[in-house]
């Protein structure tokens, strides 16, 4: 019964404010006000707040169980200077570490950028989205066991006639010195498709390699005891109205708990979108993710709703259903109410 509610709440309140969005997105003052005061070229002012409730079905575990949560609370402070410099500082108060991004660069051109200090490598196309524009309130299973979400390092990228290059270099210790003084590279090559579709097509490929002993692999996955080699490829299709991505990713890594061989993780994810109302759209995404010498596959179903009060007032809603290869399948509702700006 309580689930009813919820979702009858939140199906009326998207629905309640579908038919004057389009009104709002062109009449936000307040909106404009503020991107007057506080966003200009050489000091932008960025703020990211999420709120979010989650309910697990079984009265468990899942998800976090049933609570509340503060999802993020993020200030940005970015800008380009003098003589093609730029900056960034990025915390969240939400988590542990504060500190998101601390970084230096110079733009010589669109072809080149170089950026030095703590950042979010671009590797993988499920990580490098920032958590305001992702298209499900938590990202892939997959990308948590394998990719670590911020460096520190020096990276190379730029845009070249619809290709998209990165290169980096980093300690492969997240947001720590280098434990072991040697480091973790870090690659993407991508090519985006202006006139395949009535939209836009990307492709990509990526990959990373070093020897990162001690550090847990991705943010929920092994402690590695040496190497890891992860590879990958996704792709994403957008229109006005249809939304198509697919990504796969696979490491092998040596973890501690197999001294002995390495461990292959791999996993990927499908996910579809349908825009029915100009700011509303309803997605589904299937994602499979499995240890090699573990002998496991877990897979998850998600049903999501994305909607935009005004342009920067936004809500997520999702049901995931988890069917893990062992124990007993899982369920649960979550919710996330968004200002960005």
């Known amino acids: 019964m309580k689930v009813k509610i919820i979702l009858l709440f939140t199906a009326s309140v998207i629905f309640m404010n579908a ?10 003052p307040l909106a404009e006000q503020i991107r007057g005061l506080v966003q200009h070229e050489a000091f932008m002012l960025n703020l990211l707040v999420q709120s979010g409730f989650r309910y697990s079905l079984s009265d468990d575990d899942f998800q976090g169980g049933r609570t509340f949560e503060v999802a993020n609370a993020r200030v940005s402070l970015r800008g380009e200077i ?25 733009r010589h051109s669109d072809a080149l950028r170089i950026t030095a200090g703590a950042m979010k490598p671009s ?82 490929v990526s990959g990373s390699h070093g020897d990162s002993r001690g550090i847990r692999s991705g943010s929920v996955g092994p402690v590695l005891r040496g190497e890891r080699s992860i590879y990958g490829a996704d792709l994403r299709m957008e229109t006005a109205t249809v939304l198509l991505a ?15 061989s390495k461990e292959l993780i791999s996993g990927y994810y499908l996910t579809g979108g349908y825009r029915f109302a100009e700011s509303t759209m309803a997605l589904v ?57």
Do not use: C
Not at 142 to 160: F, Y
């Open 123 to 204: 590797q993988t196309a499920d990580y490098i989205v920032s958590p305001q524009e992702t298209d499900f309130v938590d990202r892939a299973r997959i990308t948590g066991h394998l990719v670590q979400s911020r460096e520190i390092g020096l990276a190379a990228e730029g845009d070249i006639n619809g290709f998209y290059y990165y290169s980096g270099i980093f300690n492969g210790s997240r947001l720590t010195d280098n434990n072991n003084n040697k480091f973790y590279g870090i690659g993407r090559l991508q090519y985006t498709f202006d006139d395949a579709v009535p939209g836009t097509l990307q492709v990509a």
């Open 19 to 28: 038919a004057g969005s389009g009104i709002q997105a062109q009449d936000e």
């Open 246 to 260: 697919a990504e796969y990713l696979a490491g092998n890594v040596e973890i501690a708990e197999l001294p002995g």
């Open 82 to 106: 003098d003589n093609r410099f730029y900056y960034r500082i990025l915390v969240n108060m939400a988590s542990e570490p504060n500190l998101l991004d601390a970084y230096a660069g110079y």
């Open 285 to 341: 995404r299937w994602q499979s993710w499995g240890y090699r010498e573990r002998d496991f596959r877990d897979n998850q179903l998600t049903f999501g709703i994305n909607h935009d009060f005004t342009g920067i007032t936004s809500f997520q809603a999702n049901f995931d259903a988890y069917f893990p290869e062992e124990g007993d399948n899982r369920f649960g509702l979550s919710l996330i109410l968004q200002v960005y700006f």
